[in-house]
């Protein structure tokens, strides 16, 4: 049997309002220097550690284990906060928060007492999922064999947010019997390689690379079966979608909020406007005050989606599993839309000059185009429709 520990123990969170309070401290200290590690492309490892040293990081454990079993809502909203202050730091968690809820489904008890004292310890959960080989995206060729040896792991992953800060690589494969399911791979176990090739123009600093797998020893107690989980209706699908949805409002709400310091500080009214200044320009207040009013209904939609998501998971039965998944795909496209929205407008108010190398106001378009090109927009909408229309239920899958 396996066991990860962190370099230092991580403190222990107890409430909700210590969790949020928490995460404003730690969006404070990323934000200083957002900007400049996009730009030079830094890795966070620094930054990550001081994430799950600071207990953020087993705040969804259930309270049996050791947690606070943390609302859905709250989680999302933490996710606003510190995507806000970093769009990459605030996707890095999310694939460590969906391990946790595959293991809460699926683990076995032996498999929770000890995963999860893992994660209250500080460890933390990176990813190995998808793959450049399969002929789609749901499809693997990564493989978990029992040979006479023992377990043995091989295949080549990509997209593998985290994977370079974090202790355990929780990877998709298929085992003998052909079914998926996910190994908490220790990240440092002798066969494993983690490959910093990730060059997306957006979300920069993710270090979204490689893995490989190479003759890796796997240990049956750090197997826990994956797709079992979309057989049966089940959380793992909404609750992954809606930190992804919580990241876009994240980047939408920094982008606004840049934009309103650079309009007051330094844009120019419309010409033939007929005003000084172009805080009282009525065509750039026209466009604020949508934008404001749109972002407020992202955070309505994300409070609603995480409440639909919370009683999916107190009762996972097929009709509660539906609408959280019709809730936090409403959320997820609408918070698409405004992202992308809030980054073209700064470049719409603020000119070319948004982007000079003091600002460096492109990121906040360029992580939303790149985050929100994680699962696409044009799968939300007729799925929320075929539900209300035809009361067909949304497929169960990690995108919706």
């Not at 999860?116 to 080989?133: I, K, P, R, T």
């Not at 698409?336 to 000059?353: K, P, Q």
């Amino acid at each position: 049997m396996t066991q990860v520990l962190p370099k230092q123990l991580a403190q222990r969170i107890t409430s909700a309002p210590q969790a949020l309070q928490v995460a404003q401290e730690l969006a404070s200290l990323y934000r200083s220097g957002a900007a400049q590690r996009d730009h030079q492309r830094t890795l966070p490892h620094a930054e990550l550690q001081r994430y799950f040293q600071s207990g953020l990081g087993a705040i969804t454990v259930p309270c049996e284990y050791g947690g606070i079993a943390l609302s859905t809502a709250a989680l999302a909203e933490i996710f606003v906060v510190l995507s806000a202050a970093d769009g990459s730091i605030g996707q890095v968690p999310q694939n460590h928060f969906y391990a946790l809820e595959v293991l809460r489904i699926n683990g076995s008890e032996a498999q929770k007492q000890r995963l999860y004292a893992e994660v209250l310890a500080g460890v933390h959960l990176g990813n190995a999922l998808a793959e450049f080989s399969s002929p789609a995206a749901h499809q693997r060729s990564t493989a978990v064999v029992q040979h006479p040896e023992g377990l043995r792991l091989n295949g080549d992953k990509f997209y593998a947010t985290g994977a370079l800060f974090a202790d355990r690589i929780p990877t998709l494969a298929l085992a003998d019997d052909g079914k998926e399911q996910l190994v908490f791979v220790p990240r440092h176990q002798a066969g494993v390689t983690v490959i910093d090739d990730w060059s997306g123009f957006g979300q920069r600093t993710t270090g979204s690379g490689s893995v490989q797998f190479r003759d890796v020893e796997v240990v049956a107690e750090d197997v826990v079966p994956f797709q079992s989980a979309f057989e049966r209706p089940t959380t793992v699908g909404p609750f992954a979608q809606i930190m992804h949805a919580a990241v876009d409002q994240g980047i939408a709400r920094e982008a606004f909020n840049d934009l309103l310091v650079f309009v007051r500080e330094r844009a120019r009214p419309w010409p033939d406007s007929g005003v000084a200044h172009a805080s009282e320009d009525p065509l750039t207040l026209d466009r604020i005050g949508r934008l404001a009013a749109r972002l407020s209904a992202g955070d309505a939609l994300l409070a609603m989606a995480g409440e639909a998501v919370d009683t999916a998971q107190r009762d996972s039965n097929a009709a509660n599993v539906a609408q959280a998944s019709v809730e936090v795909a409403k959320a997820r496209a609408w918070t698409t839309e405004i992202s992308l929205e809030a980054g073209n407008l700064l470049f719409e108010l603020g000119g070319s000059r948004a982007s000079l190398r003091e600002h460096h106001f492109d990121r906040h378009w360029r992580n939303a185009r790149t985050h929100t090109l994680h699962d696409p927009l044009r799968w939300k909408y007729p799925a929320i429709g075929n539900y209300l229309l035809n009361g067909v239920l949304p497929p169960r899958r990690g995108t919706i």
